[in-house]
């Protein structure tokens, strides 16, 4: 067999998904008010801790090892701004607005004719689930009539999480899937919006209220309670418990360099440039490059130029794929410099090819 052929036949077939946790909790059993457990952690480790999906859940109540009847703070945190986001994790960049809204009153969304709307959360409607992380592979009507939040439990427990649209092509599928399943009313789908904010600024939406919270009057800070389902209650920042801290996986470096002197720069710091093998590894790299001084920031990705391949430093081909059009997909020229990849860290923060010459914010891995 011809050795190239049996090289790319080889990458294929090592070709997998990575989901390797890419924070790491550390209780803290010392207890302070919020303030002071947000300092601690920020002088020890990354910040108070962020919770991105169920896994991380996971992750952070192992972190505990703990049952007695506490709470414990985390890193969310009531703000005075409300912004609309998908209960998925995602911000909203594509809500398909209907007339005149969102009207600034209610705080959910419902998908009517084809259109968004807000309404109060607190109406029992129908709802469409996700079936998977990946919107493609279907949709699941809900003939119950829950609450918005009730909803999304509901979705999260059974299947995936509530339904986003986040696109013209997301929203013609769920409205065809409207349509097909002879839907009238008004149902649910994963758009809210809320004031609460992360330590960190992570665009992270996932929530875990327990039922009833938050519930308000002045409890402007999140804690957990590990001995009941590790649900999330609004308590007063001024309040004393032990928390949870995060030390995150990825670091953004915001220094100018060329892609050799990133890589080398993390591999003598830290581990390495960067691989996104995933969608979840890619939302990790899209909370961090938001905070980059430069358009694009490098990843650990290179071109192969003779074999016309992109593969990770970390030696994997390219699987997961988020190229912004135009790039990524078409032969580099060869004769030309050498191209290596960065992610934008505005719009959509897809991915691009760049001379590896350009001076960029890059991103190490801590493992």
């Known amino acids: 067999m011809d050795q190239t052929l049996y090289f790319i036949l080889l990458l294929i077939a090592l070709c997998s998904v990575s989901e390797c946790v890419q924070r790491q909790y550390h209780f803290i059993n010392v207890r302070k008010n919020w303030t002071e457990a947000q300092r601690h952690c920020r002088e020890s480790y990354t910040d108070l801790a962020t919770v991105d999906n169920m896994n991380d859940m996971i992750e952070l109540k192992k972190s505990v090892n703990d049952e007695r009847d506490y709470y414990i703070w985390i890193g969310l945190k009531r703000t005075s701004v409300d912004k609309w986001q998908w209960s998925s994790g995602e911000p909203a960049l594509y809500p398909n607005w209907g ?148 030390e995150d996986k990825l670091i953004l470096i915001r220094e100018n360099l060329t892609w050799p002197e990133a890589m080398r720069y993390c591999r003598q710091n830290y581990t390495d440039l960067v691989s996104v093998h995933s969608v979840q590894m890619q939302e990790e790299v899209m909370n961090v490059v938001k905070r980059a001084s430069t358009e694009a920031v490098w990843l650990g990705l290179h071109n192969f130029c003779s074999m016309n391949m992109w593969i990770w430093l970390s030696g994997e081909i390219v699987c997961y794929q988020n190229w912004a059009p135009g790039n990524g997909t078409t032969p580099e020229n060869c004769s030309l410099e050498k191209r290596k990849g960065a992610v934008q860290s505005g719009g959509d923060q897809r991915w691009i090819s760049r001379p590896e010459t350009h001076k960029l914010n890059f991103i190490c891995s801590r493992s």
Request: net charge negative.
């Open 99 to 246: 007339p005149g809204q969102p009207d600034g009153r209610d705080e959910c969304a419902v998908m009517r004719n084809g259109e968004l709307n807000d309404v109060s959360c607190s109406l029992s409607l129908t709802f469409i689930c996700s079936s998977s992380n990946n919107m493609n592979t279907g949709h699941v009507f809900v003939n119950q009539t829950k609450n918005w939040r009730d909803a999304q439990s509901f979705c999260r427990q059974t299947h995936s999480d509530l339904v986003s649209v986040r696109n013209q092509n997301e929203s013609q599928q769920v409205q065809k899937f409207i349509n097909d399943s002879h839907i009238s009313n008004d149902v649910w789908i994963g758009l809210f919006r809320d004031p609460w904010q992360w330590s960190d600024q992570s665009n992270s939406s996932f929530r875990d209220w327990a039922s009833g919270e938050p519930n308000g009057g002045g409890e402007n800070c999140t804690v957990i309670k590990p001995n009941a389902l590790g649900q999330w209650y609004d308590g007063s920042c001024i309040s004393q418990f032990p928390f949870v801290c995060h």
